[in-house]
């Protein structure tokens, strides 16, 4: 994964779907909090049209990153 952080309060960050796909994608802390407590977060590849859940490697970097970014 490769992260941006952009000025809106938002991670932009880089990842592929199950069938390699590479995706940007562009969460706010809040969503991202909001979709872990709700069990709802879930990525969308847009090339082929599949929707896969993070793993938990994946989920502990973004709160890693977005600790880094609150600082």
Request: aromatic share 8%; net charge negative; charged share 25%.
């Amino acid at each position: 994964m490769r992260y941006h952080h952009l000025m809106t309060n938002r991670l932009e960050f880089e990842t592929d779907c199950s069938n390699n796909h590479n995706q940007t994608i562009t969460i706010s802390r809040e969503e991202f909090e909001a979709a872990l407590q709700s069990d709802s977060l879930v990525f969308h590849c847009n090339t082929c049209d599949t929707n896969w859940t993070p793993s938990g490697e994946e989920i502990a970097k973004l709160r890693k990153q977005f600790a880094k970014n609150s600082n």
